[in-house]
């Protein structure tokens, strides 16, 4: 009845200048979910780092024990090449047999001790084993001939402290998750800021009649 026989078109725009302008409760949950898996992930990167750090450090003790076992060795190769000099000067008579005797009292003390060598690099490979695994996901026990060769330290210059410090800190996973959390308390503040705002929105519509009818209907309003 107060449109043309065609109906009417009508549309509008609302545009809110205060309330809900910059933020609302939709968007700041957007962001602040967002935000919430960005946490998440840095909680992931500081498992994970964790994670490495246990792994290098089970692998050092590794290479420690082997680097052990390789001393034992040469120890025990040394009282035993001795033991042959002191025999043969024994034999001479240049030395009294019981110096002999000593040396092979070290001997099976070296001994002795090479057993205990390789009994903790085999006591670390299994630890190691728990972070070292094969092609098919199962845990692998590292052999001895994987073992490196450790150059001695090479001359360098030192570094700036400062920013390596600085460095290290930038990719801190816990600081990064500061961080996001500081930026999910600013989106919230902000929501709670906008719900003291007045609500003030500027609107605007425009229809038109189709169709036949009175002439006075056929027109725009606005």
């Known amino acids: 009845l107060q449109t043309l026989s065609d109906g009417e078109f009508s549309g509008g725009v609302q545009l809110p200048l205060l309330r809900n302008r910059a933020t609302d409760a939709r968007r700041a949950g957007q962001q ?27 692998y050092w003790d590794w290479v420690g024990a082997g680097q052990q076992l390789r001393i034992a060795r040469d120890l025990l190769a040394l009282a035993e090449a001795r033991d042959q000099q002191l025999a043969d000067a024994a034999a001479l008579g240049q030395i009294p047999p019981v110096e002999r005797t000593d040396n092979r009292r070290a001997i099976l003390q070296r ?25 098919d996901g199962r845990p692998t026990r590292p052999v001895e001939q994987r073992l490196p060769s450790l150059p001695g330290p090479a001359p360098q210059p030192a570094p700036d402290e400062f920013e390596a410090v600085q460095r290290a800190l930038e990719r801190r996973p816990e600081l990064k998750a500061l961080r996001l959390k500081r930026a999910q308390q600013e989106v919230e503040l902000r929501l709670a800021e906008n719900t003291v705002l007045p609500t003030l929105d500027l609107f605007s519509e425009v229809s038109r009649d189709i169709g036949s009818g009175a002439a006075t209907r056929a027109g725009e309003g606005c």
Do not use: C, H, N
């Open 32 to 58: 602040v979910s967002e935000l919430g898996v960005e946490v998440a992930s840095r909680g992931l990167d500081k498992a994970r780092l964790t994670y490495f750090k246990q792994a290098l450090s089970e």
């Open 111 to 135: 001994r002795s001790a090479l057993l205990l060598a390789e009994r903790q690099l085999q006591m670390k490979g299994i630890d190691l084993s728990l972070y070292l695994r094969g092609p």
